[in-house]
């Protein structure tokens, strides 16, 4: 898989490639940009416990800015994709603006649940996936 493939992701992915290929290595991105930040005094964490509670601010830097706007568009494309899997459309993507809910229902949806057995109108089944056969493919027209 190229840089280009890798980048932007067409077609369906199975859950494997989206933790491996997505998830994963653009969290540890984030992590190691925000340890970079902190080295270099570009990010702050602030964190205070009161009578009333506890409260803190982060505040993010340079380096993990940059690693946000590199990979945004493999982010959603990999999620796309793997709602593609799932039979569902990139409207899907629209739940993440719910707080909190939302994001759980994407992070279900794209890492956990099974992808489509057979082929669905976002293309065939991924390659290396678990193909589960669909009794009604091909459509019988008896």
């Given at each position: 898989?190229?840089?280009?493939?890798?980048?932007?992701?067409?077609?369906?992915?199975?859950?494997?490639?989206y933790w491996l290929h997505y998830f994963v290595p653009i969290l540890v991105l984030s992590i190691l940009a925000f340890a970079a930040d902190l080295a270099f005094g570009f990010a702050t964490v602030d964190g205070s416990a009161t009578s009333t509670g506890a409260s803190g601010s982060l505040q993010a830097g340079w380096f993990t800015l940059a690693v946000f706007v590199l990979t945004i568009v493999p982010s959603i494309s990999s999620q796309v994709t793997r709602l593609h899997d799932r039979g569902h459309s990139a409207w899907?993507?629209?739940?993440?603006?719910i707080p909190l809910v939302g994001g759980i229902l994407l992070l279900v949806q794209?890492?956990?649940?099974?992808?489509?057995?057979?082929?669905?109108?976002?293309?065939?089944?991924?390659?290396?996936?678990?193909?589960v056969p669909d009794p009604n493919y091909p459509p019988s027209y008896a």
């Open positions: 898989m190229g840089f280009g493939q890798w980048y932007l992701r067409r077609g369906r992915i199975t859950r494997r490639t899907w993507l629209l739940f993440g603006l794209t890492g956990f649940l099974r992808g489509d057995g057979g082929p669905n109108r976002y293309g065939p089944p991924p390659a290396g996936g678990n193909p």
